[in-house]
């Protein structure tokens, strides 16, 4: 029978999965943009200085992220609807739970390896080199009533259950606060943030677009609207961060593109 917390797991992949396709869709929208400008004037590329193509394989870059990114998730889905349903005809179940379930584990094991495609393999390995890096962090603390995001550390990525065991180094200035904790998260619970030294692989973001980024001069995750974009992939982004508890907004801030990450769905920070 499945629990509250199978069926929460369940739909917090299902709106991941919803998040990654509607990211897709963004970034098709800017491909075909790509295309129909390569079409009308294909004389832009021999232009010095003009970044058309760089920035085309940029988005094809992402697409194939994306994309490897939904399969993931749908495995995971798939996987989880898998360990819920009953397996045999009913009468039998009880019994052959019971007698076989180490068995039964085991075969699952090692055929979810053997049935590991090429690019869940090497998404895999991405995950698992983020090992020792900073990411945000979807994370539920203590008597909290919702999740939030954070910057924590990875210490381990575990390729069979597909948890992020992760590091909170700064887990507040409470009285009662207990120094570093550490989580298990899912996948769908971590974004990566671009790398400083790869400009390509950090999203564009339009002027207007919610985002989730750091506030200059903390470790601190916040929403923030683009006030204005980057004009070269090496740029800045000048956001205007919510305040929240003052019910409007606090300066325009300038944040390097690999501090910012696309905005979670439902987030509310």
Do not use: C
Request: proline share 6%.
């Amino acid at each position: 029978m499945a629990s509250s917390a199978d069926v929460s797991g369940i739909m917090d992949n299902a709106k991941e999965l919803d998040r990654l396709r509607k990211e897709q869709e963004d970034v098709l929208i800017e491909i075909n943009k790509m295309h129909k400008k390569l079409q009308t004037t294909p004389e832009v590329v021999e232009k010095s200085g003009d970044a058309s193509l760089s920035r085309l394989k940029m988005l094809y870059t992402q697409a194939k992220d994306l994309s490897e990114s939904e399969v993931s998730i749908a495995t995971q889905l798939i996987s989880q609807l898998d360990n819920l349903l009953p397996s045999g005809p009913p009468g039998q179940q009880r019994r052959r739970v019971e007698g076989n379930e180490p068995k039964k584990k085991r075969m699952k094991t090692d055929s979810d390896i053997s049935r590991v495609s090429p690019s869940m393999r090497n998404h895999l390995d991405a995950l698992a080199s983020l090992k020792g890096e900073q990411v945000a962090a979807r994370v539920r603390l203590e008597d909290a009533d919702k999740d939030d995001w954070f910057i924590v550390k990875v210490i381990h990525f575990d390729r069979e259950s597909r948890e992020f065991e992760v590091l909170d180094e700064e887990p507040g200035d409470d009285e009662d606060s207990s120094g570093q904790r550490k989580y298990k998260l899912p996948m769908s619970h971590i974004i990566p943030f671009p790398k400083r030294n790869d400009p390509s692989s950090a999203q564009d973001f339009p002027m207007g677009r919610h985002v989730l980024a750091v506030y200059p001069g903390t470790t601190a995750l916040y929403k923030a609207t683009v006030v204005l974009a980057r004009k070269r992939k090496t740029d800045d982004y000048i956001l205007e961060f919510d305040d929240d508890e003052e019910d409007g907004s606090l300066p325009q801030r300038s944040v390097p593109f690999h501090k910012v990450v696309a905005l979670p769905e439902g987030h509310g920070q």
